[in-house]
């Protein structure tokens, strides 16, 4: 397990760094990330965000990212163009900790098959 832990750790800090590239800045934690996330379901581009709506990015993000495991489906958008989704599998009771794990797997995995990113580019080596 420590092994895994460490690969995640590995790759999840090549992320940090190419999106720091990508965007001229590095987001602080996966909050950052699941923002970007958001920003990128949204499709308006960086605008200004009220509080309220930087919240429902982030939860879009979630959306987005754990439905790639089936956790949640599009229901579709509203009238503003704002996505929803409906949760059509029961998460796993996970700690804090472990929480965060799935989320930065399934991050990763969102930037490789959403995005094309190709995993030597957010990986500090070929594997």
């Not at 919240?55 to 754990?66: P, S």
């Amino acid at each position: 397990m420590f092994k895994r832990d460490l690969d995640l750790d590995i790759h999840w800090q090549a992320l940090l760094g190419q999106l720091e590239m990508t965007l001229g800045k590095k987001p602080k934690d996966i909050n950052g990330v699941l923002f970007i996330i958001g920003v990128q379901e949204l499709g308006r581009g960086a605008i200004n965000f009220s509080k309220e709506e930087k919240q429902d990015l982030m939860h879009i993000a979630i959306c987005k990212v754990l439905s790639l495991s089936g956790y949640y489906e599009l229901e579709g958008t509203d009238s503003q163009g704002w996505p929803h989704w409906k949760l059509v599998k029961k998460l796993p009771h996970f700690d804090l900790l472990e929480q965060e794990k799935l989320l930065k797997m399934h991050v990763l995995e969102y930037f490789e098959k959403e995005l094309g990113w190709e995993k030597h580019l957010i990986s500090p080596q070929a594997e």
